[in-house]
């Protein structure tokens, strides 16, 4: 027995209206996505099929490091006003963007030396660690150094920010001052640290997270969350770290970076060290 004839107007009953097609000038989506600017933003400057990749990767890259910032800097300021859970809500968001940041990756991971070659000229004196934005992220995780500024001298407006960016706490500073605003002994000479020097670990604020992580309800310890939440977000970074030295390695082995850097040496050096190192070393003597 077929029931066939009923099947056009149950159709025509679900059938769903028609989206609205028909604006005044640009789209809705448009004006809040920009789509239009984004996608006319690639100006390859070779003839290879390849280099249209590597540019849009290294763009989409610029995008993470921007929405990254965003999220620890409101991890930062809700630490400051001790709102712990707005801070572990923009930590946690901060993960889930570092992972696709680190995904991106894969577009460029597998390179040849001669894919690479093929439009590596088309960078010329351009190199990753001219990037304004991924230098506010790393002096956000503490990584400061006030000669990195010296690339941006050209560009007031992206010099002012990096320049506030060094003289401001990083993310772990706040961290550590919350910290102290709850009872943990961290020493002054660490909370009252020149802001624009890289952060070094010390010997206290290890024995601090030591005692946070020794507590008997564990389980039920909101610092422990903090600590966990920042270790997520160092073992990213160290992924990131990685992940670029494996794909710079394949890409063009030894040979010295673009913009005159140390190309894998360099890249080496960054990979070896942890950010927020005393919530790593702490773990032994728990």
Known sequence: MSHHHDAPDAQHGNEPENPF???????PYEDYVQADV?????????DDPGEMA???TTQVMELWFTVIVHEWQTAAQALRGDDLPTALAALKRSTYEMESLNASWKPLAHLTPGQFNAYRSALGEGSGFQSAMYRRLEFLLGEKSASMLVPHRGAPRVHAELEKALTEPSLYDEVLAYLARRGCDIPAAVL?????RRYEPDPAVERAWQRIYSEAKADESDLIRLGEALTEVAELVWRWR?????????AMGAKPGTGG??????LEKRAAKNVFPELWTARSHV
């Open 192 to 196: 009252d640290r020149d802001l624009t």
């Open 54 to 56: 590597f540019l849009v």
């Open 242 to 250: 990685n992940d670029h030295l494996a794909a710079t390695r394949r």
């Open 38 to 46: 984004l996608t006319h933003l690639q100006h390859p400057l070779s």
């Open 261 to 266: 850097s140390a190309g894998v040496a360099w």
């Open 21 to 27: 097609l028909d604006f005044q000038g640009t789209t």
